[in-house]
């Protein structure tokens, strides 16, 4: 449970902003965190972008391929934090959790269990039960997917500084399961050769969206209940003035993070 918990709701991203900036945001508040900040509960969306892994980019044929996204209007980027590659849009929702880390003693198993409950929980007034566990085929797979009937529509992630850490989440809603697995692999088949073996194998069938696999209406709804969950796990919600993440940093750092990741 929180003691102290402050809720960030970003505006949609539109199409031609830079999805890095999301992650640069959260970077920077990172960092506050980690000198007293209170813990942060980031909501975000972008209309039209690709994210991929570290693991991602160094494919033979990433740059090419993510240079060509972007000149037909795809942004992308690669991301500090864990994982493989997502396809974003409005109906995909991004939620991180900031929290200190000052004794570097945090349990990341715990943690990845905390937001598994906090997604599942959400569910809740649609009355549909999601289980964690990978599920094979699905994009950016791992141990903490979280699934209904077998078919993935969440994914978790982490990433640690010096005395603070995020655990992030995707989680699709309103998209086509089944579309967004075709994206995704249509990047992997363009970027990766023959002789690579080392990406997610993307299969169809095994992602969907909690419109199609739960009757949520709409990410707006599946947002408002998740942030209901929140609240009720904070002993105190701060609702003052979002924190200060002064612009200059946040450009700063998206630089920082492209020389840092997105090179070969």
């Known amino acids: 449970m929180f003691e102290e918990l402050q809720i960030v709701e970003s505006p949609l991203m539109r199409s031609t902003e830079d999805v890095l900036a999301a ?25 039209n972008a690709l994210v991929i892994g570290l693991r991602d980019r160094r494919l033979k044929g990433a740059e090419k391929v993510l ?26 929702v991004n939620v991180s959790l900031i929290m200190p880390n000052p004794d570097h003693a945090i349990n990341i198993h715990d943690d990845f269990k905390r937001m ?22 699905a994009f950016c797979p791992g141990d903490y997917d979280v699934s209904i009937a077998g078919r993935k529509f969440c994914g978790i992630a982490q990433r640690r500084l010096a005395k603070a850490y995020l655990i992030t989440a995707f989680i699709i809603v309103e998209d086509d399961g089944d579309e967004l697995a075709a994206e995704v692999r249509n990047f992997y088949d363009a970027a990766a050769s023959e002789t690579e ?4 194998q993307v299969q169809q069938g095994t992602m969907g969206g909690l419109r199609e696999l739960a009757g949520v209406p709409s990410s707006e709804a599946y947002m408002e209940s998740l942030v209901q969950v929140l609240r009720q796990k904070a002993v105190h919600v701060y609702n003052g003035a979002q924190p200060d993440v002064p612009k200059e940093e946040v450009e700063k750092m998206i630089i920082t993070l492209r020389e840092r990741y997105d090179r070969d």
Request: aromatic share 10%; charged share 20%.
């Open 197 to 200: 073996e080392h990406f997610p």
């Open 67 to 92: 240079r060509a996204y972007e000149e037909a209007g795809l942004v992308t980027c690669v991301r500090p934090s864990g994982g493989a590659a997502v396809k974003l849009t409005p109906g995909v």
């Open 23 to 47: 992650f640069a945001w959260e970077e920077v508040l990172c960092k506050q965190v980690g000198l007293g900040h209170r813990p942060v509960a980031h909501l975000w969306r972008h209309e």
């Open 116 to 137: 598994v409950s906090y997604i599942q929980e959400a569910l809740l007034p649609w009355g549909i039960e999601a289980k964690a566990g990978e599920i094979e085929g």
